[in-house]
């Protein structure tokens, strides 16, 4: 089942440190950070340093997009580019949906952005994330995206005093760019 369209209006952009409380919030939700490899009780400090270390020149090609409706952040997404140099074409994706707002189409509005960000500018040919085995509409919201399975890895996290499995999925270009060259003749 898909995402409905969301019957109110969103708007994404790029996070900056006067979201850090908002993430604190978001992060800090119980049925939220039990699906991320986020820790309880997340403080807006924390947070803000996160931001600001996104937001410098050094990490400009860090994508951290927050969701907001009727002024308020309802969800979070962020491409992570490796740093190490034969892996630059690759990144770590993740997302958060507030509880309030799961199901709207908030996850897919986050991930349809990161996706176009990805293959139009962000010269990245893999996505790469995580995902806890149980997270059934995580995964088929990024199945619908074109993520595939890659692999499993048992006892990947610590969850709630149980050490958890996760999924590997993965996402390649669909249509890797290429160069135009003239006709010779």
């Given at each position: 089942?898909?995402d409905?369209a969301?019957?109110?209006?969103l708007t994404?952009?790029r996070a900056?440190?006067?979201?850090a409380a908002?993430?604190?919030?978001?992060m800090?939700?119980?049925?939220?950070?039990a699906?991320l490899?986020?820790?309880?009780?997340?403080?807006?400090e924390?947070?803000h340093?996160?931001l600001?270390?996104n937001?410098t020149?050094?990490r400009a090609?860090?994508l951290?997009?927050?969701?907001?409706?009727?002024?308020?952040?309802?969800?979070?997404?962020?491409?992570h580019?490796s740093?190490q140099?034969?892996r630059?074409?690759?990144?770590v994706?993740?997302?958060?949906?507030a509880?309030p707002?799961?199901?709207l189409?908030?996850?897919?509005a986050l991930m349809q952005?990161?996706?176009d960000?990805?293959?139009?500018?962000?010269?990245?040919?893999?996505?790469?994330l995580?995902?806890f085995?149980?997270?059934?509409?995580?995964?088929a919201l990024y199945?619908?995206?074109?993520f595939r399975?890659?692999?499993?890895h048992r006892g990947?996290?610590?969850?709630?005093g149980?050490?958890?499995?996760?999924l590997?999925?993965?996402?390649?270009?669909?249509?890797?760019?290429?160069l135009?060259?003239?006709?010779?003749g």
């Open positions: 089942m898909s409905p969301p019957t109110f209006t994404l952009r900056t440190t006067r979201d908002a993430f604190a919030q978001l800090g939700d119980p049925e939220v950070y699906g490899m986020q820790l309880p009780f997340p403080s807006d924390i947070w340093t996160r600001a270390d937001n020149p050094a090609d860090h951290q997009l927050v969701a907001e409706r009727d002024g308020q952040v309802v969800g979070s997404a962020g491409l580019p740093p140099l034969r630059r074409h690759t990144a994706l993740g997302i958060s949906v509880r707002a799961q199901g189409g908030v996850g897919t952005a990161l996706c960000y990805a293959d139009g500018w962000g010269q990245l040919l893999r996505i790469e995580t995902v085995t149980d997270n059934e509409r995580a995964i199945r619908r995206f074109g399975q890659e692999g499993l990947f996290a610590l969850r709630g149980v050490y958890t499995d996760v590997s999925m993965a996402r390649l270009h669909p249509q890797p760019p290429t135009a060259w003239p006709d010779a």
